[in-house]
C-alpha cells in the first residue's frame, strides 16, 4: 500500500509525518486499514478531504522503524520501487507487496469477454520489479509503454509529463492470479 498510495519522503519521514492516502467513501477499505494499522500498533490520526472524496492517514513517529526495517527508502512516488531486498523476502511477503500495489494502482475487470488484470504507475523500474515478482507465482505479464496526456478529474488539473507504464495480465495469467491473490 505504501508503495501505492503512500507518502514517505524524507521530509515527511524526518517530520515523523508518513501518509496513506486513499478514497474517503470506501469505509469497507478504511475499516480493514484500520484494523490492520491498530493491530500493527502504529500512532496516527486521520484527515478527511470532502471535496477530493479522500482520506489520509498520517503516521507518526512509531511508524518510522518500519519504514527502516522493509527498506522503503525515502522517495517520491514517481521513484518509488519493491527493491531488491524485499523482492528476496519470500513469496508471502511479496504476495502482499503485489497485493497492495494492486489495491492501490491496479485495476481487475473480469466481467467483460475479454478479462484483464492491469497495474499502472509512471515508474518503469516498478513496473520491471511487479513484473518479476508476478513471475515467482508463474504469472506471466507485459508491460506497455505510452505518454501520458494532462486531464481533469473533478475540476483539478492533474499534470503529466514523461510517459507512463502499464503491466497488464492476461490468458492464463488471471487465472493464476485471482488463484493466488483472492
Do not use: V
Given at each position: 500500500?505504501?508503495?501505492?498510495?503512500?507518502?514517505?519522503?524524507?521530509?515527511?519521514?524526518?517530520?515523523?509525518?508518513?501518509?496513506?492516502?486513499?478514497?474517503?467513501?470506501?469505509?469497507?477499505?478504511?475499516?480493514?486499514?484500520?484494523?490492520?494499522?491498530?493491530?500493527?500498533?502504529?500512532?496516527?490520526?486521520?484527515?478527511?478531504?470532502?471535496?477530493?472524496?479522500?482520506?489520509?492517514?498520517?503516521?507518526?513517529?512509531?511508524?518510522?522503524?518500519?519504514?527502516?526495517?522493509?527498506?522503503?527508502?525515502?522517495?517520491?512516488?514517481?521513484?518509488?520501487?519493491?527493491?531488491?531486498?524485499?523482492l528476496n523476502r519470500g513469496k508471502d511477503f511479496l504476495a502482499g507487496i503485489i497485493d497492495g500495489l494492486f489495491s492501490t494502482d491496479g485495476n481487475v475487470s473480469l466481467e467483460s469477454e475479454n478479462p484483464l488484470i492491469r497495474f499502472a504507475t509512471s515508474n518503469k523500474e516498478l513496473a520491471r520489479e511487479l513484473r518479476a515478482a508476478l513471475l515467482l507465482f508463474g504469472i506471466h505479464s507485459k508491460i506497455y509503454g505510452y505518454d501520458r496526456e494532462s486531464h481533469y478529474i473533478k475540476k483539478r488539473l492533474i499534470k503529466a509529463n514523461g510517459k507512463a507504464y502499464t503491466l497488464m495480465v492476461n490468458g492464463l495469467g488471471i487465472e493464476k492470479f485471482i488463484e493466488t491473490f483472492k
Open positions: 500500500l505504501l508503495i501505492g498510495d503512500g507518502n514517505y519522503t524524507e521530509k515527511s519521514l524526518a517530520q515523523n509525518n508518513c501518509k496513506l492516502t486513499y478514497k474517503a467513501s470506501d469505509k469497507e477499505w478504511e475499516s480493514f486499514l484500520m484494523k490492520f494499522i491498530d493491530k500493527m500498533g502504529f500512532d496516527y490520526t486521520i484527515e478527511y478531504d470532502k471535496n477530493e472524496d479522500c482520506a489520509r492517514f498520517h503516521f507518526h513517529k512509531s511508524f518510522n522503524p518500519f519504514i527502516e526495517k522493509y527498506s522503503l527508502l525515502p522517495k517520491k512516488s514517481p521513484e518509488k520501487t519493491i527493491g531488491l531486498i524485499n
